[in-house]
C-alpha cells in the first residue's frame, strides 16, 4: 500500500517547472518580505491547484501570510502536506468562504487539447485545459472573486497557448482588472504571470 501510494505520487503529481517557477517568483515579489510590506495584519493566501506544493512552500517562505495549499488531486494534496503546508482537498475554490483571502495564486491547466481527448488521470487533469486551453481557466476566473477580501489580488500563470487577451476579456467580464506583471518566452510559447485586481 505504501509503495503503491509512493508510486501514485511520483506519476500523479505535477513537478515544479518553468511556469511553476515564474508564478512563484512573481508572487513572492510582489507579496515578500522584500516588497515592503506594511500590511497591520497577517495575510492569507490560498494557491489553488498546488501540485507538488512548491508555489505555496515558495509564498509561505517569502512572506509572513498564512498560506493554503489546495488541489482536486489527492496525490498533491498529500504531496503537498509532506511538506509541511497547510492543504485541503478542493475543486478550484468551491469550499472556502467568502472573503478569505488576501491574494489567490494559480498555475492552472492550460494546454489546448482535442476535443476527444479522455480526462482518465491526474497528469492529464494537470496539463489539460480543454479545446481552448481555458476550460479551468473559465469557471476559476467566475468563482474566485467570492473568496476574496475587498483589496484581494490573484496572480494567475497564462501562456501564448491559451490567448492572455481572450483570458484579460473574460476576468474583465467577472470584475477584474489585469496587468502582466511576469513573462518568460520559449520557442513554442510565451507564459505569462497576469495580476487582477477590482
Ligand atoms: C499545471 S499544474 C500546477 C501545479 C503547481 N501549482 C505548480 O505550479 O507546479 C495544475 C494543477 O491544478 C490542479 N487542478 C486541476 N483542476 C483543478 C480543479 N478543478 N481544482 C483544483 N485544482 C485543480 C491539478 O491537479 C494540478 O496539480
Known amino acids: 500500500m505504501e509503495l503503491q501510494d509512493r508510486r501514485g505520487i511520483e506519476t500523479d503529481v505535477y513537478q515544479p517547472a518553468e511556469d511553476s517557477q515564474l508564478l512563484a517568483d512573481a508572487v513572492c515579489e510582489r507579496l515578500g518580505r522584500d516588497a515592503g510590506d506594511t500590511a497591520e495584519k497577517r495575510r492569507t493566501v490560498l494557491e489553488v491547484g498546488t501540485g507538488s506544493g512548491?508555489?505555496?512552500?515558495?509564498?509561505a517562505e517569502a512572506t509572513d501570510a498564512r498560506v493554503i495549499a489546495s488541489d482536486l488531486n489527492p496525490h498533491a494534496v498529500r504531496q503537498a502536506r509532506e511538506r509541511g503546508l497547510e492543504t485541503v482537498r478542493a475543486d478550484l475554490v468551491s469550499p472556502f468562504v467568502d472573503g478569505a483571502f488576501d491574494a489567490v495564486a494559480f498555475n492552472p491547466p492550460y494546454l489546448p487539447t482535442e476535443p476527444?481527448?479522455?480526462w482518465d488521470d491526474w497528469m492529464e487533469r494537470a496539463l489539460s485545459g480543454g479545446e481552448d486551453g481555458r476550460e479551468i481557466i473559465d469557471p476559476f476566473l467566475e468563482s474566485v472573486g467570492r473568496v476574496l477580501a475587498p483589496d484581494g489580488v490573484v496572480y494567475l500563470l497564462v501562456s501564448s497557448l491559451t490567448d492572455v487577451d481572450a483570458v484579460a476579456e473574460r476576468a474583465g467580464e467577472a470584475g477584474f482588472s489585469a496587468a502582466a506583471v511576469a513573462d518568460h518566452s520559449f520557442p513554442f510559447e510565451t507564459?505569462?504571470?497576469?495580476?487582477?485586481?477590482?
Open 116 to 118: 476527444d481527448t479522455e
Open 54 to 59: 512548491y508555489v505555496a512552500d515558495r509564498i
Open 191 to 198: 507564459l505569462t504571470v497576469l495580476e487582477l485586481f477590482r
